[in-house]
């Protein structure tokens, strides 16, 4: 029994341990073998041929996984014959939909090939600072890890706008307006896959003094990235003129011929209307420039662009770390966020826009959400911040003082 309970937290050990782009190469492997069985076994082709290459490549995202160094190498050749086999069927019959096929199923040898794939991943973590905080529980842990799921979406995403512009150029009729709207889709995907990446983030924390109403409220000013907001501003408007593309040319993407377009016009609407309306209103708050959290003795102060909401410590029930899901074609997409639940909605100062909000919020994560993909500073840190000055009010005073700056900046929050 001791054994057989031990199994899986080995198992899962292993797959920890693993580099994140070793991981994305493993399931690729994985999956292209599956598949392979499936469609000959469809099709009435398969043979022990096609059973032992399925096999291979299963045996080979395994051994990636949980056979040490040696397994490395046994992936690497596996990634390398796989690659070389479509090399020379491109080569015999070109084509772009032959192109694509091979540029997919060399991902895992270029995958395997980066210096990252040879290097062991820590599984002890250190102990929390300014640099290395840890990651909150309610902040799901991507199963590829930060740098596989960038790596996995950067190619994705590449191939499928490359893929998509060359319809849009060679196509005709309502095909060049698919591949048009597809472009845009996953160009927006490619431009927001660096906000997931877990990289070093750069912004400065520093004391600044704020007018709020009408009174200065001094504390220690939580910056958002002018870059990443814009960058976020620029992929949403891609995705509106996209959704327009889904309402434009909807008979594209019916999956039979003979089904209705309006759900996928549906569909476009309301992703014009989100997208659209939503990324006109961020627009209109200075493109993240003005964006950052104030913390100061009396409150927390929101201010995004000309809008400002005042939040009183004494109104905020809990901080907690939280994310709103959603699932596109059985994929699960979750958005990290830090949120504050409130005792008294009425206590905040805030737009009328906003507290007509409030209730939505509440539903899907808190009664207040920060987003935390444009944040300039680790966002661990913010949210420790946050949870260290509700739990200690005999604190606060210092974060109109060099002391709580100090504080928030070498992370000496627990």
């Known amino acids: 029994m001791v054994e057989r309970s031990a199994r899986p937290a080995v198992l899962a050990a292993g797959w920890r341990s693993r580099p994140g782009v070793v991981r994305v190469a493993a399931v690729l492997l994985g999956l292209f073998g599956v598949l ?58 070109p084509g772009v939909a032959g192109a694509v096929v091979t540029a997919v199923c060399a991902l895992p040898l270029v995958l395997l090939a980066v210096p990252a794939a040879r290097r062991p991943r820590p599984t002890t973590r250190p102990a929390p600072s300014s640099a290395a905080l840890e990651r909150p529980p309610g902040w799901t842990r991507s199963s590829t890890g930060g740098w596989g799921q960038f790596v996995l979406l950067v190619s994705i995403s590449g191939l499928l706008s490359v893929g998509g512009l060359v319809l849009a150029l ?79 040319f909807a008979g594209a993407f019916a999956d039979d011929p003979g089904e209705s377009p309006w759900p996928v016009r549906l569909v476009g609407v309301v992703g014009v209307v989100f997208f659209g309306v939503g990324g006109f209103m961020v627009a209109r708050r200075g493109w993240g420039r003005r964006w950052r959290v104030l913390l100061t003795p009396s409150a927390v102060v929101i201010v995004m662009g000309g809008a400002r909401t005042v939040v009183p410590w004494a109104a905020i029930q809990q901080v907690r770390a939280t994310e709103v899901t959603t699932y596109a074609r059985g994929v699960r997409i979750s958005e990290p966020l830090v949120g504050i639940d409130l005792s008294d909605p009425q206590a905040i100062q805030t ?58 900046q070498h992370g000496q929050l627990t």
């Open 36 to 93: 392979l069985a499936l469609v000959e076994a469809e099709q009435g082709d398969l043979d022990a041929a096609e059973v032992v290459t399925a096999l291979v490549l299963v045996a080979a995202a395994v051994s990636l996984i949980w056979a040490g160094r040696l397994g490395y190498w046994i992936g690497l050749a596996a990634a390398s014959l796989v690659a070389m086999l479509l090399l020379v069927v491109l080569a015999r019959r």
């Open 170 to 248: 060679t196509g005709q009729g309502a095909d060049r307006g698919a591949g048009a709207t597809t472009a845009l889709f996953f160009l927006a995907c490619l431009l927001v896959a660096p906000l997931v990446a877990p990289g070093r983030r750069r912004g400065q924390l520093r004391l600044e003094t704020l007018r709020v109403g009408n009174r200065h409220e001094r504390g220690v000013v939580v910056p958002y990235s002018g870059l990443r907001t814009g960058v976020l501003l620029v992929a949403t408007a891609c995705l509106a003129l996209a959704m327009v593309g889904f309402v434009v």
């Open 351 to 408: 737009g009328p826009l906003e507290r007509l909000l409030l209730p939505l919020n509440r539903r899907l994560a808190a009664d207040i959400t920060l987003p935390i993909r444009t944040l300039d500073i680790d966002p661990p840190l913010l949210y420790e911040a946050l949870c260290y000055y509700h739990r200690h009010p005999q604190a606060r005073a210092e974060l109109a003082t060099q002391d709580g700056l100090a504080r928030v």
